[in-house]
């Protein structure tokens, strides 16, 4: 990380990135450099790090979503295209799902992934930054960010831009790592992020550094609580969360009233 | 918010979901069936282990599971697990969906109809066998499967059958069924008897009444 980055004498400019406060215009930067680090195995090691329980919060995610043929699907931070591939199907030849990520090497790989399944005909890839949708008002009718929140600098910024693009009655899905309801399963989860996580990173991808910052980050970004309260402040209306795996990732949804 | 961990739900319903088309696909005398029955969406609470799932039959044929659903399905069930255990074991569905403790909302056709499908499933156990193991040990394993299948179905009946002669003849413990039917058929008529000489004797009083008043 150089020192221009971590240069935070104006603190209104500055934010988390991970344990360490860097230029807020600096960390789409560094998240990028992350990202373009850990792409080509980004599935796996989410496979293992998870034990593959992440397609199962995905899987309820997109239950949640209820989306139906002919529907507009977003999804934001879609990376690898696991969610987009499953919303092809679901949306149908008359529909359509938008796979957006602000990292090319993510959306190389997702695109890749996608046309490996199948998933062409209705699916569009788009480079995208969450906080300036360029789409058009009242366009989508669900949108899914899918452990991708808690990258964004400006996430107030990314949740309006998000309430402008959906049409009113759509609803948007955050499926994020958030905090363990049980002290006994936060300290547990605590030496598994800190110690095996990183080790697993350079054993796996060879780079601990960016699976330190994806530990580190999950540990700033808000709890249930706080980010039900900022998806509400945003304007997004009927809010609610499940919390699973005790806690360790919540989904929260909310509507475009 | 949910009383089970979606997860934990998930995880289950995957389970079930991928064993459930695995079957179908392997039983491809069921598909002409299933794919008449593609669209209907069925929802089921299970009040014993307070959880609800759907099941929808899509194209393919094939089977999908959920947690969460926001269409209203073309049936809804509820019961414990061994009301459903007993219907899907059932070789008369539509009298043990009346004589169960399973509470149905919205068409009961289609229920019948797709429980009718999976206790004539006949699945192919052959194929995925013969393809992994080869034509001679594939075979053989099957047949011995076979084999163990119908020993199993033979001594379930067996059993079932022992057991009702017993509680019948021996243990004279329950009545036999046909006394039974008839007894119920016997209170039936007493109550509709009842009913009919409390109307009429309704219609009298109302009659007397007006009689009096018109005195």
Same mark, same amino acid.
């Given at each position: 990380m150089s020192d221009e980055a971590i240069d935070t004498s104006n603190a209104d400019d500055s934010t988390d990135f991970g344990f360490t406060r860097v230029n807020r215009a600096a960390k789409a930067g560094l998240v990028r450099e992350v990202f373009d680090s850990v792409a080509g195995r980004y599935d796996l090691m989410n496979d293992l790090m998870s034990g593959g329980i992440h397609r199962l919060w995905k899987r309820f995610t997109i239950e949640l979503s209820a989306a139906r043929a002919g529907q507009t699907v977003l999804d934001i931070a =879609? =990376?690898? =295209?696991d969610l987009a591939a499953k919303f092809s199907r679901l949306v149908g030849p008359d529909g359509r799902v938008i796979l957006a990520d602000i990292n090319a090497a993510m959306l190389e790989v997702g695109r890749d992934r996608l046309i490996d399944k199948g998933a062409t005909g209705n699916v569009d890839v788009v480079q995208a930054d969450a906080q300036a949708l360029p789409f058009e008002d009242d366009s989508i009718d669900c949108i899914t960010i899918a452990f991708g929140? +808690?990258?964004?600098?400006?996430k107030a910024m990314a949740l309006r831009s998000m309430l402008r693009v959906l049409r009113p009655g759509g609803r948007l899905l955050i499926l994020e790592f958030s905090k363990p309801t049980s002290p006994l399963l936060a300290k547990i989860y605590d030496q598994y992020s800190f110690q095996v996580l990183p080790a697993m990173g350079k054993w796996v991808a060879q780079d601990a550094d960016s699976y330190r910052y994806l530990a580190e980050s999950i540990r700033k970004h808000p709890d249930q609580d706080t980010l039900l309260g900022l998806m509400e402040e945003a304007g997004f209306a009927n809010v609610t969360y499940h919390n699973m795996t005790g806690g360790i990732v919540a989904v929260h949804r909310g509507f475009k009233p | 918010m949910t009383q089970h961990d979606p997860a934990l739900l998930s995880a289950a319903l995957s389970g079930a979901e991928v064993a459930l088309n695995q079957a179908i696909t392997l039983a491809p005398t069921s598909h002409q069936a299933l794919a008449e029955l593609s669209g209907t969406l069925l929802g089921v609470e299970i009040t014993s282990l307070e959880m609800t799932l759907y099941l929808a039959l899509n194209p393919g044929p094939e089977v999908a599971l959920f947690s969460h659903c926001e269409e209203t399905p073309d049936a809804f069930v509820r019961g414990s697990i061994e009301d459903f255990t007993a219907l899907i074991a059932s070789d008369d569905p539509a009298a043990t969906l009346i004589n169960s403790g399973i509470e149905l909302e919205g068409r009961s056709a289609s229920l019948i109809r797709l429980q009718q499908v999976i206790a004539r499933m006949d699945i192919d156990w052959e194929a995925p066998l013969v393809e992994r193991l080869g034509d001679v040990m594939g075979h053989q394993l099957a047949e011995s499967l076979r084999g163990l299948f119908r020993w199993g179905e033979g001594a379930r009946k067996s059993l079932k059958r022992q057991l009702s002669e017993y509680l019948l $003849? $021996? =243990? +004279?413990l329950t009545p036999p069924k046909l006394e039974l039917e008839h007894f119920f058929e016997g209170v039936q008529t007493l109550s509709m008897q009842v009913e009919r000489a409390q109307v009429k004797v309704e219609k009298l009083i109302a009659k007397a009444a007006a009689r009096e008043s018109r005195q």
């Open positions: =879609g =990376g690898t =295209g929140l +808690r990258n964004v600098t400006d | $003849e $021996e =243990g +004279r």
